[in-house]
């Protein structure tokens, strides 16, 4: 309706216009900024651990004495990068301990529960079946 009186009625377009115009800000220049050109390497923030040298989950599917023989080349820093890329420490103990062996212990565990879930639900058929 006011679009069709606008449109007849210069006095009324005008008038329009210019309410409208008053609710609008006026619109500033955006400020144009120097950003700070950094390399393009990328560095990991200095909370972050190296990246695991292993899957520990899939050495678990081989066996556990091949994991245990991986899991022993690693000196103690290597084997909590591993805990922490697979989040096997929740309650942020682990990175804490200074023996090598329990932190292996605990990696075992885990992921030889992670290797064997869902193991339940697949059929084992046996022959009298």
Sequence with gaps: MAISEAEANPAFQERLAKALAADEKPVKAPVERKRQTKP?????????????????????????????????????????????????????????????????DRIVEVARGRAQKGSAFLLTCSPEM
């Design 40 to 104: 393009a390497e990328h560095k990991r923030p200095s909370n972050r651990r190296t990246p695991a040298m292993l899957d520990p989950v899939q050495l678990a599917r081989n066996g556990e004495s091949e994991l245990r023989e991986a899991l022993a080349k690693l000196d103690i820093e290597q084997l909590r990068d591993v805990v922490a890329d697979y989040g096997m420490d929740p309650g942020k103990l682990v990175m804490k301990w200074r023996d090598a062996d329990r932190i292996v």
